[in-house]
């Protein structure tokens, strides 16, 4: 499993908890704005708050499907719309409609979504068919 990250305190916060955890079959990785940069090998590649930072969504996503292999899958968690107690301004924030259509015109079709996983965020995978 690959966690990526566009804020570099985020990658170590990430690899202190999986260290400190035990969680041995993850990797961090620092993904550019520009490239997600992931290993042809993963099998999954978990997002959590990442894409509403990223300036050109389509060629960013397109980028990583085009890094996925067939079958891998791509876990995304972004905050929900309206007002919460945490979480980025209401501006930056994407739809589940968003998230969805911007995943799909990239190439990846909807696996699972998990509506009430989490009380702020939006939990969806996707699948790289072809």
């Known amino acids: 499993m690959i966690a990526l990250d566009v804020e570099p305190e985020m990658i170590r916060h990430i690899h202190h908890k999986a260290m400190t955890e035990g969680v041995r079959n993850l990797q961090v990785a620092f993904a550019k704005p520009d490239d997600p940069g992931i290993p042809a090998e993963a099998d999954l590649v978990f997002m959590c708050d990442v894409l509403h930072h990223i300036q050109d969504r389509p060629a960013w996503l397109a980028k ?10 791509l876990a995304l968690v972004e905050f929900k719309e309206g007002k919460l107690p945490e979480g980025p301004p209401e501006a930056v924030k994407l739809s589940r409609a968003q998230l969805v259509a911007l995943a799909t015109s990239a190439g990846l079709a909807l696996d699972r979504d998990k509506p009430d996983l989490l009380p702020y965020q939006t939990f969806l995978v996707f699948r790289k068919a072809r």
């Open 64 to 73: 990583l499907v085009a890094q996925m292999h067939k079958g891998a899958r």
